[in-house]
Nanobody
Framework: QVQLVESGGGLVQPGGSLRLSCAVSGSIFSINTMGWYRQAPGKERELVADISWAGSTPYSHSVKGRFAISRDNAKNTIYLQMNSLKPEDTAVYYC??????????????WGKGTLVTVSS
C-alpha cells in the first residue's frame, strides 16, 4: 500500500502565497518523479510542476516564475511554494508519484487532492 498525504491548501487573497506539501510512504521501492497537478472546475487535469529524483523540474508555463517545487529526499516529500497567486490558480491540486513499488512493478499513484481557492 502507498500513502500520499497532502496538506497546505486553503483560501487566499489574490497576490498571496500558499505552500503545499506531499509526503509519500508505504510500499515504495524507488521514485522517478513526484509532482503536482491541478484541476479547475470544468477543465482537465494539468501538470503544474514535477521534480525528478535525478533533478529536473519542468513547470507549466502558466506558473513559471511564481511557483517553485522542491523536495526532501530523506522524507520522500515534495513542496510547492505558490506566490503571487491569481484567481485562475483556483483548483484542486493533486500530488502524484511515479516509480516502482518493487523491482519490475511500476507505480503511478495519486493523492486525494487539496483545494486551493484564490479569491478576495
Amino acid at each position: 500500500q502507498v500513502q500520499l498525504v497532502e496538506s497546505g491548501g486553503g483560501l487566499v487573497q489574490p497576490g498571496g502565497s500558499l505552500r503545499l506539501s506531499c509526503a509519500v510512504s508505504g510500499s515504495i521501492f524507488s521514485i522517478n518523479t513526484m509532482g503536482w497537478y491541478r484541476q479547475a472546475p470544468g477543465k482537465e487535469r494539468e501538470l503544474v510542476a514535477d521534480i525528478s529524483w535525478a533533478g529536473s523540474t519542468p513547470y507549466s508555463h502558466s506558473v513559471k516564475g511564481r511557483f517553485a517545487i522542491s523536495r526532501d529526499n530523506a522524507k520522500n516529500t515534495i513542496y510547492l511554494q505558490m506566490n503571487s497567486l491569481k484567481p485562475e490558480d483556483t483548483a484542486v491540486y493533486y500530488c502524484n508519484v511515479k516509480g516502482r513499488s518493487r523491482p519490475g512493478v511500476d507505480l503511478d499513484y495519486w493523492g486525494k487532492g487539496t483545494l486551493v481557492t484564490v479569491s478576495s
